[in-house]
């Protein structure tokens, strides 16, 4: 996979040399989620030293987008874990660049990447999401970064090319 669409943004940088897992899709985010009870982040990828737990939202309003991203976030970092301790082996299978590192030896980022979102409105998710997350924060050292593409296009570690129009003309 060179590049990935999720809720109207082009994620290609991130999978261009093969440092990305669309983990929502994996074959073992699938068969641990048999129930629909296990909802993963869309993507992990690890850049260096740095892992990156990524989702994508094209709005960010309601109480439930909070706690859907917040287990989605906790249930990848859980299942990141397993694999570390060799409870799930299959996920470095299918994604090997986990073999180069170790969990200890990573720095953590949690992303959110919003689609439509004001910079004040951004600063008042982050807020939320940085108390919300404290405990998950604490025990992983965590950064928590939420971004809208403006800024997920800039920096050193750009994460998507852009926009784009679905086939039905909406963003």
């Not at 261009?16 to 983990?23: E, F, L, Q, R, W």
């Not at 309601?62 to 301790?85: C, G, T």
């Not at 800024?151 to 909406?170: D, L, P, S």
């Amino acid at each position: 996979m060179t590049s990935c669409i999720e809720s109207g943004m082009e994620f290609a940088p991130l999978f261009a040399h093969g440092c990305s897992i669309k983990v929502d899709k994996s074959e073992f985010h699938e068969r641990i989620n048999r129930k629909g009870s296990v909802r993963a982040a869309d993507f992990v990828t690890l850049l260096g030293e740095r892992l990156y737990i990524i989702e994508a939202k094209t709005t960010f309003f309601s109480p439930k987008d909070y706690e859907e991203v917040k287990n989605k976030f906790q249930n990848s970092l859980h299942m990141l874990a397993s694999r570390e301790i060799g409870r799930h082996e299959d996920l470095t299978r299918e994604f090997p660049k986990l073999k180069e590192k170790r969990l200890a030896d990573c720095r953590i980022k949690i992303v959110l990447v919003i689609q439509k979102c004001s910079k004040e409105h951004r600063t008042a998710i982050k807020e939320k999401l940085f108390r919300e997350l404290a405990g998950m924060r604490r025990i992983w050292d965590a950064e928590i970064i939420v971004l809208d593409p403006e800024m997920a296009m800039k920096g050193k570690t750009r994460f998507i090319n852009g926009t784009v129009e679905t086939q039905t003309g909406q963003q």
